[in-house]
């Protein structure tokens, strides 16, 4: 992606194209951006072309979005500043406790984990994660902390089967000492895995729907 698409797409954003189509002809698109008509008109065609930004062709007013993967795009650039603005030596991330799988407890049985944690994070976590659902701007802190090397948690065979690797951040929730733990190869998500030693529902009295903030250390 060119430079001057996360400019465009700032442009569409700005003009309420983040959240819904939004009547926007060159003519006006090229005025925001001190562009000529022509070259705003190409920019929306690039746009199309990477999959940054829809098209609805329905009516007679030209009218675009941008799709999630462009949304995406601006996000990170959006993290890049808070990163040279905002980020010192910790994070505050606010996230809605919610309910996983329970495929958690499984791998914080693991022993290849287990040693690992005691070892990096000085602590054993209890069996099981704590879910917290990040929305909104907030998703742009995730990727700082996806972009920031962490803390290596190493992947492992046991009993035939690989686990893979993880980083982790060590943070604190309420009073509760924690830790935020991404695995390496697993797919983008709005839901932080938080790792204690302490039941955390327990310790701190929360329940899904409750919003919380974590204090992450960089």
Known sequence: MKPYHVETLKAIALLGGLKEYV?????ELGKALGVSQQSASQRILELIREGMVTRDLATRRQRIRLSPKGADALRKEYADYQRIFEVKETLTVSGIVTSGLGEGAFYMR?????????KKLW???YEGTLNLKV?????????????????????????GRTFGGAK???ATLGHVDC??????R???SDVLEVISKHYLRGALGIKDGDAVELIVQM
């Not at 009547?23 to 003519?27: F, V």
């Not at 693991?110 to 005691?118: A, T």
């Not at 830790?179 to 390496?184: F, H």
Request: hydrophobic fraction near 35%.
């Open 168 to 170: 982790c951040f060590l």
């Open 135 to 159: 929305q909104g701007a907030e998703l742009s802190k995730i990727e700082i902390l996806r972009d920031n090397p962490g803390i290596e948690i190493s992947g492992f065979e046991a009993a």
């Open 123 to 125: 602590f054993e976590p």
């Open 186 to 188: 697993s797919h983008h």
């Open 110 to 118: 693991q022993k290849g984990y287990k040693d690992q944690f005691r």
């Open 23 to 27: 009547g926007l002809s060159s003519r």
């Open 179 to 184: 830790a935020i733990i991404l695995p390496i």
